[in-house]
């Protein structure tokens, strides 16, 4: 998806992010949201 050209094209300059979309499994998108909250990824 779009959402997820951006994040890998975020992450390749370096940036910590994570992509959060419906298409992703419930366990993924929780798994996102908690590297988000947590610190691990500062980009959502």
Same mark, same amino acid.
């Given at each position: 998806? #779009?959402c +997820?050209?951006?994040?890998e094209a =975020?992450?390749?300059?370096?940036? $910590? &992010?994570v !992509?959060? $979309?419906g298409? /992703? !499994?419930?366990t993924? #998108?929780? &798994? &996102? =949201? /908690? +590297?988000? /909250?947590?610190?691990s !990824?500062?980009?959502?």
């Amino acid at each position: 998806t #779009r959402c +997820d050209e951006v994040a890998e094209a =975020l992450i390749a300059e370096g940036l $910590h &992010a994570v !992509s959060l $979309h419906g298409g /992703r !499994s419930q366990t993924e #998108r929780e &798994a &996102a =949201l /908690r +590297d988000f /909250r947590n610190g691990s !990824s500062n980009i959502l």
